[in-house]
T-cell receptor, first 116, second 109 residues
Framework: DAGVIQSPRHEVTEMGQEVTLRCKPI?????LFWYRQTMMRGLELLIY????????DSGMPEDRFSAKMPNASFSTLKIQPSEPRDSAVYFC??????????????FGAGTRLSVL | KNEVEQSPQNLTAQEGEFITINCSYS?????LHWLQQHPGGGIVSLFM???GKKKHGRLIATINIQEKHSSLHITASHPRDSAVYIC???????????FGTGTRLKVLA
C-alpha cells in the first residue's frame, strides 16, 4: 500500500489567497484526521471524519478553515482567506476503526504551508 | 499543565548510549502511541501500547497504567535515531489523540 498520500508537499502563497490541501487515506481505512503542527503548539487535531462524516471539528480554528470528505478515498482542507499565522505543517492521518487497540493512525508526509 | 508531558525536551547522546524518553499523562486513556518524526518532517508510528511492554529491534516501550507513565528506550543508539519522539494518548471511546510536545533527540557519531 502507498500509505497516506498528501499533496502538495509544499505550498507557498500570499496572504488572502485560497489554499487547498489534499489527502488520500489508506484504502480500507474509515477514519481520517487532519492535524496542524507548529513550533509553538505542537500537533493539534483540527477535524476527524468517520465513514466520510465529520465527527469532531472542534479543533478547526475559525470559519476560514473548512474540510470535506466527498468519498472514502479523498479529503480536502481549505483555508480561505489564508493568513500568515496559518503557516504550519498540515498532516493527514487515517486509521481503520473498530479494531480496538490496533487502530493505529498512519500519517501522511505532511504539507508545509507558508503564507507570506 | 499539559495533559501529556514528555521529558526531556531535548537530549543529546553519543552513539552507542542507552536512551530513555519519558511520557507522563494525567487523563484516562485506552492506548498510548509513540511516534517518530524525522528531520524531513514525516511521522512514523513506532508502538501502540495499552499495557506492559513492546520491543522492536533496538526500541523498547513500556507503560505503567497505574502510574500513568510510559518510557521509550533506545539501546545502542545510532545517529540515524536522531529525530523528535512524540507521545500521544487516546481517550477511551474516541479516536482523538492528545499529543506531548515531543523530545528532540540528537545522537552524535
Amino acid at each position: 500500500d502507498a500509505g497516506v498520500i498528501q499533496s502538495p508537499r509544499h505550498e507557498v502563497t500570499e496572504m488572502g489567497q485560497e489554499v487547498t490541501l489534499r489527502c488520500k487515506p489508506i484504502s480500507g481505512h474509515n477514519s481520517l484526521f487532519w492535524y496542524r503542527q507548529t513550533m509553538m503548539r505542537g500537533l493539534e487535531l483540527l477535524i476527524y471524519f468517520n465513514n466520510n462524516v465529520p465527527i469532531d471539528d472542534s479543533g478547526m480554528p475559525e470559519d476560514r478553515f473548512s474540510a470535506k470528505m466527498p468519498n472514502a478515498s479523498f479529503s480536502t482542507l481549505k483555508i480561505q482567506p489564508s493568513e500568515p499565522r496559518d503557516s504550519a505543517v498540515y498532516f493527514c492521518a487515517s486509521s481503520r476503526a473498530g479494531e480496538g487497540a490496533k487502530n493505529i493512525q498512519y500519517f501522511g508526509a505532511g504539507t508545509r504551508l507558508s503564507v507570506l | 499543565k499539559n495533559e501529556v508531558e514528555q521529558s526531556p525536551q531535548n537530549l543529546t547522546a553519543q552513539e552507542g548510549e542507552f536512551i530513555t524518553i519519558n511520557c507522563s499523562y494525567s487523563v484516562g486513556i485506552s492506548a498510548l502511541h509513540w511516534l517518530q518524526q524525522h528531520p524531513g518532517g514525516g511521522i512514523v508510528s513506532l508502538f501502540m501500547l495499552s499495557s506492559g511492554k513492546k520491543k522492536h529491534g533496538r526500541l523498547i516501550a513500556t507503560i505503567n497504567i497505574q502510574e500513568k507513565h510510559s518510557s521509550l528506550h533506545i539501546t545502542a543508539s545510532h545517529p540515524r535515531d536522531s529525530a523528535v519522539y512524540i507521545c500521544a494518548v487516546r481517550s477511551p471511546g474516541t479516536y482523538k489523540y492528545i499529543f506531548g510536545t515531543g523530545t528532540r533527540l540528537k545522537v552524535l557519531a
